[in-house]
């Protein structure tokens, strides 16, 4: 293992990269007004990290290969995925809103409110999620990599399947116009009203398994539990239902059926 003082050199190099990442970005986002894309840079972060750790601490073991790969396949994907969302339906209404109200309540200027409400928490956040991929890659560990690792593989991989596949139903299911103000409710939709916050965990949890094999890995703990409680207890999902299920029809009885998170199946329609 690296010596404890390498080992915090190592985070506070990445802490100081993801600081300067996000001050530029917030100074991107005050001058459009639009703090959209921040969702986005947590696809983009993670895997970020994963390599500013590896460019660190050099070497070409395979846990680090595996630990980068997965955290690539899934970074890629919700990157590319939001970005391209963001640039095709422009600014999202939760933060149009949230802006909107901190001028309204609190009388703050575009910049103050952005960097308050948005920007302060990133880097420190990031960083505590991502710790699979950083701490993961700090020991060599087993010289092969055992069944624990090959089965937080295999739930990675299956967490970025699981939510690449949701993503596209729902989006080919939003194409149609005839679907407008329409409730989706097929495919995995039908299972889980958050298939993609269920994919989310299950891809780094199976990243933390991949890195607890090693001692310093299996404190990487605090990233998925942290994972985990933001999105269940502050993700903008439970922004949008409350939301959905004033102003569109059928989201109240689809709620009702849907499990929250954990695919499961449907509860049988009420009756009338």
Not at 81 to 104: F, N, S
Not at 245 to 266: A, C, E, F, H, V
Request: aromatic share 12%.
């Amino acid at each position: 293992m690296l010596p404890i003082s390498e080992i915090v050199t190592i985070l506070a190099v990445n802490f100081a990269l993801c600081v300067a990442v996000f001050v530029a970005l917030w100074l991107v986002a005050s001058a459009i007004r639009d703090v959209s894309f921040i969702d986005s840079v947590w696809g983009f972060g993670m895997g970020g990290l994963a390599l500013a750790t590896w460019a660190q601490v050099g070497g070409g073991a395979p846990r680090q290969l595996l630990l980068i790969a997965l955290c690539a396949a899934w970074s890629l994907r919700l990157g590319v995925h939001l970005i391209l969302r963001w640039r095709a339906h422009g600014p999202d209404r939760r933060y149009v809103r949230m802006m909107e109200k901190a001028k309204a309540e609190r009388g703050w200027g575009y910049a103050q409110a952005s960097l308050r409400l948005v920007f302060l928490l990133q880097a420190p956040l990031l960083c505590i999620v991502a710790l699979p991929v950083q701490l993961g890659q700090m020991q060599a560990g087993p010289a092969a990599i055992g069944w624990l690792a090959w089965a937080g593989a295999a739930l990675s991989l299956f967490g970025t399947a699981f939510e690449t596949l949701a993503d596209a139903q729902i989006s080919r299911f939003k194409a149609n116009p005839e679907n407008q103000g329409r409730v989706y409710a097929g495919g995995l939709w039908r299972y889980t009203r958050h298939p993609n916050y269920f994919g989310d965990i299950c891809a780094w949890v199976g990243l933390y398994l991949v890195a607890a094999e090693t001692p310093l890995g299996a404190w990487a703990f605090p990233g998925p539990l942290l994972l985990t409680f933001v999105l269940t207890r502050f993700s903008g999902g439970i922004t949008y239902e409350r939301r959905l299920t004033r102003t569109r029809p059928g989201y109240g009885d689809y709620q009702r059926r849907t499990s929250s998170l954990i695919p499961w199946p449907p509860k049988p329609a009420e009756r009338a």
